[in-house]
């Protein structure tokens, strides 16, 4: 066994899954083997066949993360953003495994598991930072909550049989104001979620940029606009609409009452994820989203 000193690896699982259950045994087993210390959340650690040398933590808390230099998270886009909480708070860069459909923030799949092993024991492996969003709600001009988000903040509505009614701000002077659905404010890295489904465009990881796409909107004029990471996005909803809920990330939600404000600029903290590819965005929006290729000729050399 090869001895690697004070090295500790986080795994986090999704592990209502039987394909999460036996991706963690292995990855677990693998990083054994080489001399790594293993810790897992205690309450995931009651589903997975772990030998005893591997550490259990109570609480999902930055602390908990205390010592270890990566997060492995093994799931679908849920349990990755789940990930990402822990990965922001603590600094500790995150290296998703792919178990659902899509999983755009996943670096691997499943059957790469011996690879994400093996690069890293020998830590070959990049880190890159991906911007995130602060957002500030505020009601009558007080502010009630403060949030972050990796992919994006959603203001939607409650009523099924009702629009919200919302005016768009960026930079302090309105833009339109219309009802809707909702309003999707997203980051380059979340352009591929739900800002995707609701029609907005694909803006690729390394270009800085906030996006605010219209869900569903009765209106003439109501585009996707893309504007400088400096800006600040604001959604305003109208005193005389029904209230609202703003989600963030799909995971953290508080309701929005009527005449809200919801404000979102570049997070001050990024998101850091552990790379094991080199592989262009392109390649990887092709593969994700199976797009037809077939034909292409490559430039004239």
Request: glycine share 10%.
């Amino acid at each position: 066994m090869t001895t690697h000193a004070a090295r500790t690896v986080f795994l986090m699982a999704h592990t209502g899954r039987p394909a999460a259950i036996r991706s963690a045994e292995l990855v677990v087993q693998g990083l054994l083997h080489n001399g790594l210390g293993v810790r897992v959340l205690a309450i995931e650690a009651a589903d997975l066949p772990l030998p005893p040398s591997v550490e259990m933590v109570t609480d999902i808390t930055p602390g908990a993360m205390d010592g270890c230099e990566l997060l492995i998270v093994l799931g679908g886009d849920g349990t990755l953003l789940r990930g990402a909480e822990l990965s922001r708070a603590s600094g500790v860069p995150m290296l998703g495994v792919n178990l659902g459909r899509v999983g755009f923030l996943a670096e691997a799949e499943r059957d790469d598991l011996d690879k994400v092993v093996d690069r890293v024991v020998s830590r070959e492996y990049q880190v890159e930072e991906r911007m995130t969003l602060d957002v500030v709600v505020r009601s009558n001009g007080d502010v009630v909550h403060t949030d972050w988000a990796l992919n994006e903040a959603a203001v939607q509505k409650v009523s099924p049989e009702r629009m919200l009614e919302v005016v768009l701000e960026i930079d302090g002077r309105p833009v339109s104001g219309f009802g809707c659905d909702g309003i999707v404010c997203a980051t380059p890295t979340g352009s591929t979620a739900y800002a995707f489904s609701s029609g907005g465009p694909v803006v690729w990881p390394e270009v800085e940029a906030l996006l605010m796409v219209p869900i569903s909107a009765h209106a003439l004029f109501a585009r996707p606009l893309v504007t400088s990471p400096d800006s600040v996005l604001a959604v305003e909803v109208q005193q005389q609409a029904p209230h609202g809920v703003l989600w963030c990330d799909g995971r953290r939600t508080v309701a929005l009452p009527a005449g809200a404000r919801v404000e979102v600029r570049r997070g001050t903290v990024p998101v850091r994820l552990a790379r094991l590819h080199h592989a262009s965005f392109t390649d990887r929006l092709v593969a994700k989203f199976a797009l037809p290729v077939s034909g292409w000729r490559g430039a004239p050399h």
